[in-house]
């Protein structure tokens, strides 16, 4: 996916606690490491009661607006299942969708004011073929922290952005404390295979 002459846009979306802030560090931090110009940006103003958390990263040769505008993102990283619905009208009609199974139910679900949305994948595909669900939690889980679920969906978009291993292997293990840097290896190559 890196052509340096072609701004690229990447939004990750997800809810307060879920890493998505940290997940887009390290990936800004990787696609510099490869040579690319990136601008970053955040959303997360209720994050610490389980609100919206968003962050477009974009890149290329020279990149002048941190923020994605409507049908220009390439790669949604969805952290939770229902939040990729939030925010599709963002996606161009070829974009790639990685979508984290997890579902974290807002608190107009938990208290039986509003359902869950059912199909949501099969709501998505009406306009979106290139979808990959991965049980993210599951494999950060196995890895031996469902914290580094955020790593593992790293992972899963590092197969889409085509930087040498070497460079994510690097930030990775510059982004952890010692003790957490082989699990979030782990996690991270979790992702890519999956």
């Known amino acids: 996916m890196i052509n340096k002459n072609e701004v690229k846009s990447i939004l990750l979306a997800g809810v307060g606690g879920q890493g998505i802030l940290k997940a887009s560090d390290i990936m800004c931090e990787a696609l510099m490491a490869a040579g690319c110009d990136v601008k970053k940006s955040e959303v997360h103003g209720m994050a610490q009661r389980g609100g919206c958390v968003t962050s477009h990263v974009r890149f290329g040769k020279k990149v002048y607006s941190p923020l994605a505008k409507p049908e220009s993102v390439d790669i949604l990283i ?27 139910y807002p608190p107009a679900v938990n208290i039986g004011d509003l359902p869950y949305p059912c199909n949501i994948v099969n709501q998505i595909q009406k306009n979106h073929d290139r979808i990959k669900e991965i049980d993210a939690a599951g494999l950060a889980r ?33 982004s952890f404390p010692t003790k957490l840097i082989n699990l979030n290896l782990d996690a991270f190559q979790m992702g890519i295979d999956a």
Request: charge should be positive.
């Open 78 to 104: 969805s952290f939770e299942k229902m939040e990729t619905l939030r925010y599709l009208h963002y996606l161009k009609k070829d974009a790639t969708i990685i979508i984290n199974t997890e579902k974290i």
């Open 142 to 174: 196995a890895a031996g922290n469902i914290k580094a679920t955020n790593t593992v969906l790293l992972g899963a978009a590092a197969k889409l952005i085509s930087i040498k291993s070497d460079i994510w292997i690097d930030v990775i293990k510059k």
